[in-house]
């Protein structure tokens, strides 16, 4: 899940539910390992939107990627750069 693709000029396609605007978001990509393709998306979406969430424990492997190229894994609950 990303906000690369879908996006225009000042925003993008995941929209932020409290302000009904393109969400801010820390990083531009995330993947979810999960043994469900629908529970790996919801989950990778979750975590491009709140990456502190509760549930992300759910995914195997959660890799992340920031606006500067930085590669970020999710680990004990925590993210580290990969």
Do not use: M, Y
């Amino acid at each position: 899940s990303g906000v690369l693709a879908r996006a225009w000029r000042g925003g993008h396609h995941l929209i932020d539910p409290r302000t009904a605007r393109p969400a801010d978001t820390r990083f531009v990509q995330v993947s979810a390992v999960h043994p469900d393709l629908r529970h790996a998306e919801v989950l990778a979406k979750l975590a491009l939107l709140r990456p502190d969430a509760a549930g992300l424990e759910d995914a195997t492997v959660l890799l992340a990627f920031d606006a500067h190229g930085a590669v970020w894994r999710r680990r004990d609950g925590r993210w580290g750069r990969a």
